[in-house]
């Protein structure tokens, strides 16, 4: 496939303001940056989860092995330190939860 462009190089100097990918490393010696900037309203985000896909993948956690293990685990006495979290829903539902995130088992259905 081609394309019709030319590039032409500019000296760092002649371009004012110089982009991010010209500047030198050194020069942001200094400058404080800003960790986990998101550029959209917090309101704008979902934090629901339809309960009939809840349901389906609670069910789906009790038959798969990955799953069992980390049950398995998470009912060991010995104090470890653990990604997985088990945290109970409703109607006395059991969900496992990996480094903060629902785990979905690997099904195709889900």
């Known amino acids: 496939m ?18 991010a990918l010209s500047r030198r490393h050194d020069h942001a010696v200094g400058i404080e940056e800003k960790e986990d ?11 629901l989860l339809d309960l009939d896909l809840q349901d389906a993948v609670v069910m789906g956690q009790k038959e798969d092995s990955m799953a069992l293990e980390a049950l398995e685990q998470l009912q060991d006495p010995a104090p470890q330190p653990m ?13 496992l939860f990996y480094n903060g995130k629902m785990y979905v088992p690997d099904d195709l259905d889900l």
């Open 2 to 19: 081609d394309y019709d462009i030319q590039l032409q190089h500019k000296p760092g100097k002649t371009m004012i303001p110089a982009d």
């Open 83 to 95: 990604k997985w979290q088990l945290e109970e829903g409703p109607h006395d539902s059991k969900c």
């Open 37 to 47: 900037i998101v550029g959209l309203p917090e309101e704008l985000f979902i934090r």
